[in-house]
């Protein structure tokens, strides 16, 4: 929107666009001009006279047009308008017909609406003059531009603000903070619209701006972040450069003051006061003290000192980063009997000086720190702190080892009470003596066993037992000669038949489980017992070894296959004990290089020339053999098996099969099931009064005298079933390894019988005599379906006893 022009009136401005419409100069069109048809071009008149192009003004339009009237443009005419009206002029192109008109007769533009130019500063038009008969064009169309007059109608502003900039503290008249810059939307190429000059509104006290680049300096040189850390300024921006009628804008731009190291760290107070108690460990912290700086950041980092020398050995000062804290902790072990307060003097420095502010002072202060020790009942404490004693081995029970010292530091001086912490000693090798700290040996030493002996001495004070302090005491048992030298190992030497008198056979050593301060030192000769001895002999090589060598001509295993030399081994003592081992030497059959082919003891001896890959192959030749054999043997023991199998199928398997069915559950009649109880259970047939057989408490009891009418049943004491049941077993076996076998179970009755049965026959096929001592009445009694055979026999028994009677 337009505020209006100040300075100038619209009849000026009018005025002013009339004189450039009478100065503008009329545009002829020549040939070969872009605004002319070419030759040939339909555009010629027939006469072939050129036509001669557009006339029209410069056109310019003032932007923010308020007048009630539609603004004159200006006016386009071409040179062939005799001015009789047969010419129409149009326009096309930006705003055709909408912000700008055309007279079609005398082709003046007009614009209807306001234009702004900081919207639009130009538009693109295009325009044709018809005949208005033909509707035909009389010159080519031809395009034109109407610019957007400018008027100072914006006002500068800033579009990067608000602004913040920063500034050290302290620094110079002048030093540049930051630049601020305002944009103007009017043409910067029309007139003073755009030309902006800078001033400070607010702030100008300590700041300053240059009025043409916007740049803005300090305008004093005390500026004190800890007095004033923040200042806001306000710059304004006028355009018109500055003159009167021009607009402005303004903005707020914050300026912050940095912070440099100009002030010293103070502590508050010149002397603190802390306490801590005399048993506090090394390390535990006694207070805390700051000193406060003004300044902010890394300006106010310090670092804290103890300045004083008893300060230094007893107490040490560290910082603590996130606070800024000085820590003051124990270096030393306290002792409230020594010293009960402590004067420490606390120094804190920056740790970052800057050297400009060096002459403002020194930047370090001090203080006093007073530690009082406050005493507690503290716990005994060992003196001297020798840890180490030592004792012989062959001490006797209750011989005194040593004797710990330990003392009450309190004033009160408290009676000490000692013991052993039986943890470190649970065999209980050693005891102390309660009240004077004597340690005694408990039981025998043996420095073979444990050479060393690590225990805890407990100190306590005598009324209170809590109060209770370690030590810990390592006892070393000193070594007496009490361990004879013995053979290192149970030496065995080989001797070959034709050795030579002289000839080294076996070197020995000895060890001795003592250890003597001055090193072993063994001497070696042959026992008392092979004094006779004039086959071998022992050289004492004095290096704590020995060399038995030959002392005769040849060997004969045949004699004498197998030589004991028995070695007496002497040490040096104090006292010098001994011990007499045995060399067992052996004959052996060697070659003539004096390699041993073969020992009484082993036949061959394998010769130290043949090599491990043919000892291989040998091992692997015996392990094929092996294997072959045990296949051998399984293949044949496979084969007698399946003989065996074949020639037990030979024997016959009868399977009866019967068709009938029983009468069920209620069929009492049929069969005594008592018969099949056991098969060879014939207790109850022997017995003669019992009763008792087949059939017993059934319908179709037995009588005893009836079962004794079968002694061809009866088991005789001497019968072996044995082969029978072994047959059994073993087609039971068969049947559970042959995967051939129907997947449900199957009855068999085997017809095999055995041999030599002492059994006589049961068919009463054979019976010569006529008169039977059998009587068959019982069969009556089993059922119907013996009724058939209870006649035949029965009824037959009762024929023959009718005629003898």
């Not at 740049?215 to 500026?223: E, G």
């Not at 065996?644 to 399977?655: A, Q």
């Not at 129907?742 to 009463?764: H, I, K, M, N, R």
Request: overall charge negative; aromatic content about 8%; some cysteine.
């Amino acid at each position: 929107m337009a505020k209006g022009l100040q300075g100038f009136s619209w009849t000026m401005l009018l005025l002013f666009c009339a004189i450039q419409e009478l100065g503008s100069w009329a545009v002829h069109t020549a040939v070969g001009d872009p605004g002319l048809g070419q030759p040939g071009d339909p555009t010629l008149l027939a006469g072939g006279r050129v036509k001669r192009g557009w006339v029209w003004n410069q056109f310019f339009v003032v932007e923010e047009y308020t007048g009630t009237e539609p603004l004159y443009v200006g006016k386009i005419h071409s040179d062939s308008d005799e001015g009789d009206g047969s010419i129409k002029y149009t326009i096309s192109g930006e705003g055709a017909g909408t912000i700008f008109l055309i007279d079609e007769i005398t082709g003046d533009i007009h614009a209807t609406e306001r234009l702004d130019r900081e919207q639009k500063t130009f538009y693109t038009l295009r325009a044709q003059a018809r005949d208005r008969q033909t509707d035909q064009l009389l010159e080519p169309e031809s395009e034109f531009i109407i610019k957007v007059q400018d008027i100072n109608d914006s006002e500068p502003r800033f579009l990067e603000g608000p602004y913040i900039g920063s500034v050290a503290e302290l620094s110079p008249i002048g030093t540049s903070v930051m630049q601020v810059m305002a944009s103007d939307a009017d043409d910067p190429t029309y007139g003073s619209s755009a030309r902006v000059v800078y001033s400070v509104l607010e702030g100008e006290q300590h700041f300053t701006v240059d009025s043409k680049t916007g740049v803005i300096r300090t305008a004093v040189a005390d500026l004190d972040r800890e007095t004033q850390d923040r200042y806001e300024v306000v710059i304004r921006a006028t355009d018109m450069a500055g003159q009167l009628g021009g607009l402005s804008g303004s903005t707020t731009v914050t300026i912050v003051v940095t912070d440099v190291n100009d002030n010293p760290p103070r502590f508050p107070q010149k002397m603190y006061q802390f306490s801590i108690v005399e048993t506090a460990p090394v390390g535990t912290a006694i207070g805390r003290v700051k000193a406060e700086d003004s300044d902010v950041g890394e300006n106010t980092d310090m670092t804290y000192q103890v300045k004083d020398e008893e300060g230094v050995e007893m107490f040490k000062v560290t910082t603590d980063s996130n606070t800024q804290e000085a820590v003051i902790t124990v270096q030393k072990p306290l002792d409230y009997e020594s010293k009960k307060v402590h004067t420490v003097v606390v120094e804190a420095l920056n740790k970052f000086v800057d050297p400009r502010f060096v002459d403002l002072g020194t930047f370090r202060d001090q203080t006093i720190v007073r530690v009082s020790v406050l005493d507690v009942d503290e716990p005994p404490e060992f003196r001297p702190p020798s840890n180490l004693m030592e004792v012989q081995e062959d001490a006797r029970v209750g011989s005194v080892v040593g004797v710990v010292t330990a003392l009450d530091p309190d004033t009160a001086n408290h009676p000490v009470r000692y013991a052993i912490d039986r943890s470190t000693d649970s065999e209980r090798i050693f005891d102390i003596d309660a009240k004077t700290g004597a340690i005694v040996t408990g039981k025998v030493l043996d420095r073979e066993t444990a050479g060393w002996h690590n225990i805890t001495v407990l100190a306590m004070e005598a009324d209170n037992h809590s109060q209770v302090s370690r030590a810990s005491l390592r006892i070393r048992i000193l070594d007496v000669n009490d361990n004879p030298p013995e053979l290192a190992t149970p030496y065995e030497a080989a001797v070959c038949e034709d050795a030579k008198p002289g000839q080294l056979i076996q070197t020995i050593s000895v060890v001795d489980r003592d250890e003597p301060q001055s090193g072993h030192h063994f001497y070696f000769t042959l026992a008392p017992e092979a004094t006779n001895n004039h086959h071998f002999s022992l050289l004492d090589i004095q290096d704590n070894t020995a060399a038995v060598h030959t002392q005769r001509v040849g060997f004969n295993r045949q004699e004498q296959d197998v030589y004991l030399l028995p070695i007496l081994v002497v040490d040096s003592g104090p006292p010098a004990l001994s011990s007499t081992g045995t060399l067992t030497i052996r004959v052996c059959g060697c070659d003539s290089s004096g390699a041993i082919q073969s020992c009484n003891s082993t036949a061959y001896v394998v010769s130290a020339t043949l090599s491990p890959g043919a000892l291989i192959a040998l091992l692997v030749c015996v392990l094929i053999l092996v294997v072959l054999v045990l296949l051998i043997l399984t293949l044949k023991r496979h084969h007698k098996s399946h003989l065996t199998s074949e020639d037990d199928e030979d024997m016959r398997d009868n399977v009866i099969k019967y068709n009938d069915e029983g009468g069920g559950e209620q069929d009492t009649e049929a069969y005594d099931m008592s018969a099949l109880r056991s098969l060879y259970d014939f207790s109850e047939i022997k017995g003669g009064d019992g009763g008792g057989g087949p059939g017993d408490g059934g319908p179709g009891r037995t009588p005893a005298s009836e079962l004794h009418a079968l002694p061809q049943w009866v088991q005789s004491p001497d019968l072996d079933f044995s082969v029978f049941r072994d047959y059994i077993c073993r087609k039971v076996e068969q049947a559970d390894e042959d995967l051939s076998v129907p997947p449900y179970d199957s009855f068999q009755t085997y017809a095999f019988e055995g041999s030599d049965s002492p059994v006589p026959s049961l068919s009463s096929i054979n019976t010569w005599s006529s008169s039977s001592e059998q009587d068959f009445s019982y069969l009556r009694g089993w059922g119907p379906r013996f009724r058939q055979l209870a006649a035949l026999y029965a009824g037959r028994r009762g024929e023959e006893d009718s005629e003898e009677s």
